[in-house]
Structures are given as structure tokens and as C-alpha cells.
């Protein structure tokens, strides 16, 4: 009876955790659901197809904001690989993290742009993908 308890809360933690991954707002959702009124952050590199992983990241600033908050995740990925503040509208990666992004992967990356008082003023988020090395013909 214990087996079958345990069997069947494991399978509603999954159930869960699949549900979350599929149906998660992104950044522009989560301002809308929240009845805020966020701009939207233009973020400027890394974008789209890239030879290798990128170790800075940037945005165009938003006025009145005070930090960012950045989020870096595979997108098959159920928890971020980073979350990081940054006062400046750019954030570096040090080789060893810029490593953990994979090539062939598609990674996400989202920024919020939060004012004094910890409210998100402005959100945005793009994807790219590290170019996986041709093999050796």
C-alpha cells in the first residue's frame, strides 16, 4: 500500500512539473497576468544562430529602472541554468558558466527591468543557438 502511495505521488510531481514547463508564462505574460502595464526590453545580443557560446549579454537600458534581472535556460530545461542581477544593461558570463551552454541547444534568455521599489518596469526575451561543430569529414 506505501509502494503504491509513493508510486502515485511521484507520477503527480511529474504530471506537475510537465504541466509547468508547457504552460509557464513567458516574460510578456507574466507582466500581463499580473495586471501590470511592462514595457517591452529590447535585448540586443546574443540573437538567432551563433558559432560559439556567448559570454556577454546585453540590452538596450530602460529608463527608471534601477536593476535587471537576467534568466538563462535551456529551452527543454525545467529550472534555469542562471539567474542574475545587474545594475548595467549587460551581464558577462564567465567561461566556465558560458561552457554550460551546449551546442545544438536552444537556449532563452529574459531580462526584467525592475524599478526601486522591486516592480517590473519592462520585460523581453529572445532565443539563441550555439552552431554544433561540423564533424570531421
Known sequence: MRGLFLGLLLGAVVLGLALWVVFRPGPRESAQASGTSARTLTLV???????????????RPVEGALRYTVKIEDADAVWPLFVRSS?????????????????????????????????????????????????PS
Do not use: K, M, N, Y
Open 45 to 59: 545580443a546574443p540573437r538567432g544562430d551563433l558559432e560559439t557560446a556567448p559570454s556577454l549579454f546585453e540590452w
Open 87 to 135: 545594475e548595467s544593461p549587460s551581464l558577462s558570463l564567465a567561461p566556465q558558466e558560458a561552457s554550460a551552454l551546449l551546442p545544438g541547444r536552444v537556449h532563452v534568455w529574459e531580462v526584467q527591468a525592475l524599478d526601486g521599489e522591486g516592480r517590473v518596469i519592462a520585460s523581453g526575451g529572445t532565443r539563441f543557438r550555439i552552431r554544433a561543430p561540423l564533424p
